[in-house]
């Protein structure tokens, strides 16, 4: 009982020492500041923004690829069977949670909504540059969910940065979600901190601006069925005047040497930097250019292009058809589109004797890499050239969209027929057919024609049948129909392919998340 007593006053005698030492503790950390304090700058404001900036630039690979390759615009490519399995996966709808453009793209959304969350959280509106900084992290917040919504239905919403206890959070309310995205461009636009062009022809804004914004208001509305909310928002570029669809000739409006045009809503931006080339490395253009090692003896090089490129995601024949019922073989904005192997040939270039690659004997004009693209010296993957996030015809046909549900037919007619006209076509009463074709054919290979097709319930019956076969063509243009060997059932568009699946890993790591049916 003694020692037990002795060791209990000891156990006292120290807890009274420790408190008696706790002011002498609490010795201020040398160095360190709040997050409130290092953000109090401008220059540190806008290193903030800076970083969402850079994640939506690094995941455009991801980004693009999981846009595009799903839809009926385009074939997985390469130059034969099993040239690049991710790529036929997605095309083919035969892959699985697993896969690395929805892990890639879903951790690059949630980077985007961190970095916003911190400026928001963090960054005190004491300044112009701040508030700038703080309305562009509310667009791109938005601009993150936007996709998120529409592409994985129900991901968590994170309005705020997260305590460790908060981690493990659940599947998130699409009319919350919405609402989110709503409240974030409705009070970024009415900040009056964007930035605005001061004309149409203005091509040296390349921050988030006003309009942009606007569109994506538009956008986020028309995919809910809000439609006189979203004619109203789109009303509100329209009407600037700041934008319009570009004037010269049309397979110059992607050219490299055009960027910022009258028609850019918003680009990834890429500058020259001669002391470090590799930072203007874009593999998402190497990878679409045309397969330039099957042109050898006559190369690409005779059209004008750049001879580099890995020849993935050619045109389907349903889509030249499709242009083709529309325009006719010598419509203006489909030869300016896309190009047959025919006319490749016509033009000076073919593919070596005993070449294969996957096609259908079509390939894409207005994404070319021209020669004049590639700097002389240095790596000859690199080049400053932008990646197009938005352009005004895009908003004018969901301007067009939105009008026609809301019940104003002359608006939904003068939008869709400004972009006809440009196309050299003649006027058409809007319907949501008339919308639907515009849209593939102008559009094309621009990230929207797969949340279209989701959105308008177009998907299983455009889509069920891809993954069956695919095409394999030789170079005196005779197109072969190969079976995939994908097991019947398991590939095309399914009932589950509604919604991506949360990757395997947020699963893995996140209890909570439901995963979305059939996956």
Not at 215 to 243: D, H, P, R, W
Not at 264 to 270: A, H, L, T
Request: with cysteine; proline share 3%.
């Amino acid at each position: 009982m003694k020692r037990i007593t002795i060791i209990y006053l000891a156990a006292i005698a120290m807890v009274f020492t420790m408190l008696s030492c706790e002011d002498e503790l609490e010795i201020e950390q040398k160095g360190a500041i709040s997050l409130e304090e290092y953000y109090g700058s401008d220059e540190s404001a806008e290193g903030a923004v800076t970083a969402i900036y850079g994640e939506l630039r690094g995941m455009m690979y991801n980004y693009k690829f999981l846009k595009n390759i799903c839809s009926d615009d385009v074939w997985a490519g390469g130059a034969d069977r099993g040239d690049n399995n991710d790529l036929e996966k997605m095309n083919e709808f035969t892959f699985s949670a697993e896969h690395g453009f929805l892990s890639g793209c879903f951790q690059s959304y949630y980077n985007i909504i961190y970095n916003a969350n911190i400026v928001m959280q963090y960054i005190q509106p004491d300044s112009d540059v701040k508030k700038q900084m703080i309305a562009e992290a509310k667009v791109f917040r938005a601009l993150a969910y936007i996709d998120l919504i529409s592409m994985w239905g129900t991901p968590p919403l994170v309005d705020h940065p997260l305590d460790p206890s908060e981690y493990q959070k659940t599947n998130g309310d699409p009319a919350e979600l919405w609402a989110l995205v709503e409240t974030d461009l409705t009070e970024a636009i009415a900040s009056g901190s964007l930035l605005e062009k001061s004309g149409v022809n203005d091509d040296s804004v390349y921050r988030v601006t006003k309009q942009f914004a606007q569109s994506l208001l538009g956008k986020a509305y028309l995919y809910q069925g809000k439609n006189s909310e979203s004619a109203a928002a789109f009303e509100s570029v329209i009407s600037s005047n700041l934008y319009a669809l570009y004037q010269g000739e049309y397979d110059d409006v992607f050219a490299f040497s055009n960027k910022n045009n009258s028609e850019s809503m918003f680009e990834v931006n890429r500058v020259v930097d001669a002391n470090n080339v590799w930072s203007n490395f874009d593999f998402w253009h190497l990878m679409i250019h045309f397969r330039t090692d099957r042109f050898t003896a006559k190369p690409v090089t005779a059209l004008g292009l750049a001879d580099l490129g890995w020849g993935f995601c050619l045109p389907q024949k349903d889509l030249y058809d499709a242009f083709v019922a529309e325009e006719g073989e010598d419509g203006y904005r489909l030869n300016r589109t896309l190009k047959t192997y025919e006319q490749i040939q016509e033009m000076g270039a073919s593919m070596d004797a005993g070449k294969t690659i996957i096609a259908e004997g079509y390939f894409f004009w207005k994404t070319r890499i021209t020669k004049d693209a590639v700097p002389a010296a240095g790596s000859n993957f690199t080049w400053d050239h932008n990646v197009r996030i938005m352009r005004y015809a895009d908003v004018l046909l969901m301007a067009a969209e939105a009008n026609l549900l809301a019940g104003n037919q002359d608006k939904a007619d003068a939008y869709l027929n400004k972009v006809r006209s440009r196309a050299k076509l003649g006027n058409k009463t809007a319907t949501m057919d008339a919308i639907k074709t515009e849209r593939r054919l102008e559009l094309c290979f621009e990230d929207v024609r797969y949340q279209d097709l989701i959105r308008w319930g177009d998907a299983e019956s455009a889509l069920s049948g891809q993954g069956k076969e695919y095409p394999v063509m030789s170079s005196n243009g005779v197109v072969t129909l190969k079976s995939t060997g994908n097991s019947e059932g398991k590939y095309g568009f399914q009932e589950r392919n509604t919604l991506f699946p949360f990757p395997s890993t947020e699963i893995q790591l996140n209890k909570n998340i439901v995963q979305n049916p059939g996956w």
